[in-house]
């Protein structure tokens, strides 16, 4: 019932941008934090960004603090992940997922991850 279909990714150089989009369906949209999460080959998904709910309070790693910006829109109930000043290791499968923030990750994400949208970041 709950989905998430994350799209926006691509190939740019370091230094350039990318917005991701999160589509979440089958759950009250702003009963929920929404959080992004990459992940690499081998290695657990990493929470990069939370905003929570009503008072849409965002939160980052260090690493993406000043070059990413997380938002929400109700009426697309739709999250947002705008990538400013890309670097090589930013690039991976990024996911979004519904939960409560702390920190920078989410938790009581459940089960109900989408695809990711890759991103892919050249020197």
């Known amino acids: 019932e709950v989905q998430f279909v994350e799209s926006g990714g691509g190939l740019v150089p370091a230094g350039g941008s990318l917005r991701l989009s999160c589509e979440a369906s089958g759950f009250v949209f702003d009963d929920y934090a929404i959080g992004w999460f990459r992940q690499t080959p081998g290695k657990a998904r990493e929470g990069i960004s939370c905003i929570s709910t009503f008072d849409s309070r965002t939160y980052y790693t260090d690493s993406a603090k000043g070059r990413f910006t997380i938002s929400r829109d109700s009426a697309k109930k739709t999250a947002y992940l705008q990538m400013n000043a890309l670097k090589p290791e930013d690039a991976g499968t990024y996911f979004c997922?519904?939960?409560?923030?702390?920190?920078?990750?989410?938790?009581?994400?459940?089960?109900?991850w989408g695809k990711g949208t890759l991103v892919t970041v050249s020197s």
């Open positions: 997922a519904r939960g409560a923030c702390l920190g920078s990750t989410v938790v009581n994400t459940g089960n109900n």
